[in-house]
Each structure stands twice: as structure tokens, then as C-alpha cells.
């Protein structure tokens, strides 16, 4: 919420960061924001292929030393759940 994230890709379903989409959109309910959660994993309702023109405001990604996401930077990094969290850089 620091980070006024409005729409956020969950790249990594297999880390399990999808058990924390009901904490997220319950506190953004009480703060009357909206938050819009998508997902990599085809069986879910959540499914959206992820594409760079959705200009996504976070993204869960696998921790790797990949760092293909340009122009995003890591706020937060759970190595025991192997996932990060990545905001868009501030202009």
C-alpha cells in the first residue's frame, strides 16, 4: 500500500505468495482502495497472460538472479518461500 500498488502479477503460483490475496484485498477494503490480483497459473479464476503493456504497479516473481524485469526494483524478498516482490521504479 506504501507503494500504491493498484494492479499486481503473481509470476511465481508455485511459491504459494496466493495465500496472502485475501489479507491484501481485506486491508485495502478497509482503506475503500481496490487491488487487482492476476496470476500465471491457467486453472485459476485469476488468469491473465502476463504481458509488459499492462504496465503491472508489482510483480511476485521467483527469487533468481534473472533481473529480465526492467524498470522494476525488489522491496521484499521471502528466501524461505523462494518469492520476491517487485514495485515500478519512480520516475
Known sequence: MKHHVAGCYDNAPSTHFFYYYPALEYYYGKKKMNI???????KSLRYKPFSAADNYDCIVDSIS???YLNGYETIYTNAEERFRILVRKEK
Do not use: G, W
Request: aromatic share 10%; glycine share 0%; proline share 0%.
Open 36 to 42: 487487482d490480483l492476476y496470476m500465471a497459473a491457467q
Open 65 to 67: 538472479d534473472n533481473n
